[in-house]
């Protein structure tokens, strides 16, 4: 099926990107990496080069298998259904499946949209407003943990759902570091911080960190 | 497994409630309709009562099987996994399932967040004004629809995945419904406005719409 290596259009800050880079590194899959800012020259996502590549102008991207996916959670469901391997990233029984797609869900489409780099740089330009732009991303990322949390509370063993690694934990890691960056406080959320805890010691999990990639700034890569 | 009756906590309007309500048309599942007014009492979906049957005081909620799920497309992936019949919401194919994901996730992420009442009440709020409120509307779901479009253009046939009514077509219909209503110009997105003209005549559909529920205002219901 694979005959050209796959290729992850991506930033290394974008929480989106990341889940896609954990999932790769749990399949096993060796890819070309591609940054693409979404910061310099007022986004590369909006160049001429990329809007043909992607016109819905937005990393991440997946070229794989002659076809090029977007949207991270779809990415994730193709990469778990075409290469199985011990990394079952969504568990057998429908109810849990359901609950990991839950999380995942809430993260994606309940908190990511509201602190995209975009949006909230229309929400400051609108508003005239550092401080209600920090606002905005509170409220929305506050309200999500808390549903996270709550689900949390019955799912939870040492990842999102009971002890193996699921769609759920992919994209919980990303948005707890963006959490940190906006000065969330997290501690109302006692289990989103175990579980993260306990994720960020995965050697996948800490090679496909933001800190660790090729378009990392000097300033932010660890050793 | 099903010994109860599933009940829908839902509202008529609400794009994510309508795709479940398809869901369970297309699947012949009887459920209960519990209405939950996003506007009566400045939201009943804030109410003692339904925060505790879900804390996220959202709709849709949907109780089967003995739990309450939540999230419209993971019940949507929920529903078609424990109870198949003619209707696949998901195409056997990886690519073609991923191409309906797609489409399913740039409406529900990319679009839908953004026309959310809480949220537009929000811009309006902080902006103090009400065209730049149909501006933010107009900009995010312009957006969304130019992505579809393109996605279309490859995939359509009689329906989003060639002809077969997938998760894609449960989402296209009721963001197409929320566009008319937001004064939408569709004139730039031909596929997306012959494949929703295709999906209102199906009777599933049909009974599913915003229009013809036990909550729907007797101004906006048609014979």
Redesign the interface.
């Known amino acids: 099926m694979q005959t050209e290596k796959p290729i992850l259009y991506n930033y290394f800050r974008s929480s989106s990107s990341w889940r896609v880079r954990i999932a790769l590194e749990l399949k096993k899959i060796d890819y070309e990496y591609k940054p693409i800012s979404l910061i310099k020259d007022g986004g590369e996502q909006y160049s001429e080069e990329y809007t043909k590549i992607n ?2 102008q937005e990393v991440p991207a997946l070229y794989i ?1 002659g ?1 090029l ?3 991270s ?3 994730i ?2 990469l778990d ?2 290469r199985p391997n011990e990394y079952e990233l969504l568990p057998k029984d ?2 849990k ?2 609950k990991a ?2 999380i ?3 993260i ?3 908190m ?3 602190q995209n780099l975009n ?1 909230i740089r ?2 400051a330009k ?2 005239q407003s550092e401080d ?1 732009k920090q606002e ?1 991303i509170k ?1 929305y990322l506050t ?1 999500g943990f ?2 996270v949390e ?1 689900i949390l509370k019955d799912t939870s063993g040492k990842y999102c759902i009971d002890n193996q690694i699921t769609i759920a934990d992919l994209c919980l890691v990303p948005q707890v570091y963006s959490a940190k960056r906006f000065n969330i406080d997290m501690i109302g959320f006692p289990n989103v911080k175990r579980v993260n805890e306990e994720l960020e010691k995965v050697p996948e999990f800490v090679r496909a960190h933001a800190h660790h990639q090729i378009d990392t700034p000097q300033e932010l890569k660890e050793n």
């Open positions: 016109p819905k298998d076809q996916l977007l949207q959670l779809p990415i469901e193709y259904e075409t429908p109810a499946r359901a797609r839950m995942a869900e809430i994606n489409s309940g990511q949209p509201f949006v229309r929400v609108e508003t209600k905005w409220f309200k808390k549903a709550d």
